[in-house]
T-cell receptor, first 110, second 115 residues
Framework: QKEVEQDPGPLSVPEGAIVSLNCTYS??????FMWYRQYSRKGPELLMY????GNKEDGRFTAQVDKSSKYISLFIRDSQPSDSATYLC??????????FGPGTRLSVLP | DGGITQSPKYLFRKEGQNVTLSCEQN?????MYWYRQDPGQGLRLIYY???????QKGDIAEGYSVSREKKESFPLTVTSAQKNPTAFYLC??????????????FGSGTRLTVV
């Protein structure tokens, strides 16, 4: 089992849809959870960051962490064509272990 | 503007050649990292450096080498010993505080292709 697994996609949705992107993990030591957005042929950029369990909202984006289930989600409301990108979850423990998920490619169709 | 600059954007390597990928940052970050990205496999850590003149192997260091002579620069050499070098290479940096809360800042990447 990989340390972090992510819905493989690709995922295509119509403009305005609610998108749910998900990751599961196996290491209970992970405490910090991040979502990166990566446009084609570009480096990832940090989108959301959360510590431990709970929800965090930033505009159209909501990050959710359920440590008891080892499951994190990113919700995108009112999705736009500009949201079309690959989304990477990432997580780390208190030490040096920083792991990325393989990414989910999202296409939002106008 | 502060950031990380990777060059070149595209690089072609012949069999048996060594090539060097450049990574420069002006964020005053102490730590720098090299990742390799292949489709469906996520980011895999090649090397990282937390201070000048010191670096450590990551998960897939074989066939790669690095140097850290200046805080701003962390070049990666892909040697002929790397059997499957075609990939997208990403350089990243972080500061001790930011790494806890914000993870890494990434460059725009170099796409290396063996011809």
């Amino acid at each position: 089992q990989k340390e972090v697994e992510q819905d493989p996609g690709p995922l295509s949705v119509p403009e305005g849809a609610i998108v749910s992107l998900n990751c599961t993990y196996s290491n209970s030591a992970f405490q910090y959870f991040m979502w990166y957005r990566q446009y084609s042929r570009k480096g990832p950029e940090l989108l959301m960051y959360t510590y431990s369990s709970g929800n965090k909202e930033d505009g159209r984006f909501t990050a959710q962490v359920d440590k008891s289930s080892k499951y994190i989600s990113l919700f995108i409301r009112d999705s736009q064509p500009s949201d079309s990108a690959t989304y990477l979850c990432a997580m780390r423990d208190y030490g040096q272990n920083f792991v990325f998920g393989p990414g989910t490619r999202l296409s939002v169709l106008p | 503007d502060g950031g990380i600059t990777q060059s070149p954007k595209y690089l072609f390597r012949k069999e048996g050649q060594n090539v060097t990928l450049s990574c420069e940052q002006n964020l005053n970050h102490d730590a720098m990292y090299w990742y390799r990205q292949d489709p469906g496999q996520g980011l895999r850590l090649i090397y990282y450096s937390q201070i000048v003149n010191d670096f450590q192997k990551g998960d897939i260091a074989e066939g790669y080498s690095v140097s850290r002579e200046k805080k701003e620069s962390f070049p990666l050499t892909v040697t002929s010993a790397q059997k499957n070098p075609t990939a997208f290479y990403l350089c990243a940096s972080s500061s001790p505080v930011d790494r806890v809360t914000y993870g890494y800042t990434f460059g725009s990447g170099t796409r290396l292709t063996v011809v």
